[in-house]
């Protein structure tokens, strides 16, 4: 028998912070709204699950003081007590050394070579004249190189981004160093590190896991009336001038005045029926994947450190992190510590295919040769995640043109977050998102086109908090 068909003002597709925030906004309204999610829990990339009894997140995260003052106060309104402000405590391989991270230039000079701080200093100095009267930066190597100087361009971010995205810096678009650095001059980089204050140096977690801030926007929002559907995928979207549909893999059909989308923007385009041209375009917005090896220690703690950052090609994570580190908790056991090692990768490539056993001692077998604790995991759990960074190739920009502009002559719906934008955000900017958003929407759950389009310009001034 075919399930009935629901009825809303607004379907909302995808239950990470994005699509949570909205609905929960738009339910404030009085708006029916319905949150469809595949996954079998709310979430997306900031859910937080178990392992060995200790509650994990997909990698290291933080909520930054960059937050917006509306939606940080909305937060803090529900997690209470369990949103901690929590100090800084990270560290960073270079040259064989750790140094802290955020850096701060003492430590930089103390911790690292001479000879590679006295090149640091020296790009310093001349980042006042280094480029000028040269054309616009054409790919993210020369905009560090221009922008920060060659010591850092060819020993920290020409092989970081090399592993995050699969790609040489010199094949990657500028348009990634705007949003993931932002730093203009060598010089600009130094005074962030020694004024940032509070903001760089401590960072909201809640007591439960990152987890604990969509699991609070889908409670809040089903109190305000909201439907929250997980285990529903979408198998196709359509929208015209009379109204909107949404089927899911269960056989349902969601009729709606209006679709709100977070999915990666080249799903949409193949759920709702693009023309091939834009298929083809939409074919060519990449994204790294990425696996989660989490090693289960029988130690109370693996290190003092939140987090390890790692920049070298040969060294396979990306970074390393201990959740037990980013919070205070008397739910976490005593006598266990869980380390995640983020490993970016390609779909079906060794890391993607290995078993948890093979990743575990790999990972192992790589800390150790960074001079880090390796001992033997009383158990290993992995995760692989398809989606994690949009990859800023060269010409993306044209790519992501044509499918954004296909996407905003859909009647009745609108895309945005973090997937349905390809941006390289945080989760205050994916809240920030659709705070913009519900606050654009007319009574309908279309959104105002005009002060949509303001919100859009805002977002491309987004810049990634590490």
Same mark, same amino acid.
């Given at each position: ?102 850096? =701060? +230039?003492?430590?930089?000079? /103390? !911790?690292?070579?001479?000879?590679? #701080?006295?090149? $640091?200093? %020296?790009?310093? *100095? @001349? &980042? ?44 990657? =678009? +500028?348009?990634?160093?705007? /949003? !993931?650095?932002?730093?203009?001059? #060598?010089?600009? $980089?130094? %005074?962030?590190? *020694? @004024? &940032? ?270």
């Amino acid at each position: 028998m075919t399930p009935p068909p629901t009825s809303a003002d607004v379907v909302v597709l995808g239950a990470g912070p994005a699509g949570l925030g909205a609905a929960y906004r738009l339910a404030g309204r009085g708006l029916a709204v319905r949150v469809l999610e595949r996954a079998p829990a709310v979430g997306g990339l900031a859910a937080s699950f178990d392992v060995a009894g200790v509650r994990v997140d997909h990698g290291s995260h933080r909520l930054h003081h960059a937050t917006p003052a509306p939606v940080a106060g909305t937060l803090r309104a529900l997690l209470g007590d369990d949103l901690q402000v929590r100090t800084r405590n990270g560290r960073i391989r270079m040259a064989g050394r750790f140094v802290r991270f955020p850096p =701060s +230039p003492p430590d930089l000079v /103390r !911790r690292l070579p001479p000879s590679l #701080s006295a090149a $640091l200093a %020296r790009d310093v *100095v @001349a &980042g006042r004249w280094r480029g000028r009267g040269a054309s616009e930066p054409r790919t993210f190597d020369a905009a560090v190189r221009v922008a920060l100087g060659p010591t850092l361009a060819s020993r920290f971010y020409a092989p970081y981004v090399e592993k995050l995205f699969g790609l040489p810096p010199a094949q990657l =678009s +500028p348009e990634l160093f705007r /949003r !993931r650095v932002g730093a203009r001059r #060598s010089g600009s $980089l130094v %005074r962030r590190a *020694v @004024a &940032g204050g509070r903001a760089r140096r401590t960072f909201m977690y809640p007591r439960r896991g990152y987890g604990q801030i969509p699991e609070a926007l889908a409670d809040a929002a089903v109190a305000a009336g909201a439907a929250v559907d997980t285990g529903s995928e979408v198998t196709a979207i359509r929208c015209d001038e009379h109204g909107a549909v949404v089927e899911t893999a269960d056989g349902r059909h969601h009729e709606a005045s209006a679709v709100w989308s977070t999915l990666p923007l080249p799903l949409v385009a193949r759920l709702a029926g693009a023309p091939d041209g834009v298929r083809a375009a939409a074919d060519r917005l990449a994204t790294r994947a990425m696996v989660l090896v989490y090693l289960v220690f029988g130690a109370a703690r693996w290190t003092p450190y939140d987090a390890h950052y790692f920049p070298e090609l040969g060294v396979p994570m990306s970074r390393v992190s201990e959740p037990k580190n980013y919070r205070t908790s008397t739910a976490d056991p005593r006598d266990l510590t869980v380390v995640c090692a983020e490993v970016p990768c390609r779909v079906g490539d060794d890391w993607w295919r290995s078993g948890a056993q093979e990743a575990g001692e790999r990972v192992r077998d790589a800390l150790a040769r960074e001079s880090l604790p390796a001992p033997r995991p009383v158990h290993t759990e992995v995760r692989r995640v398809r989606d994690v960074y949009p990859v800023y190739a060269l010409g993306h920009e044209a790519a992501f043109a044509a499918v954004d502009a296909w996407a905003r002559t859909l009647p009745r719906f609108v895309h945005f977050g973090r997937q349905g934008l390809f941006a390289h955000d945080n989760t205050h900017h994916a809240l920030a998102m659709a705070w913009a958003a519900a606050d654009a929407a007319r009574p309908d759950g279309q959104v105002d086109a005009a002060a949509w389009s303001r919100a859009r310009a805002a977002f491309a001034a987004h810049v990634v908090e590490d």
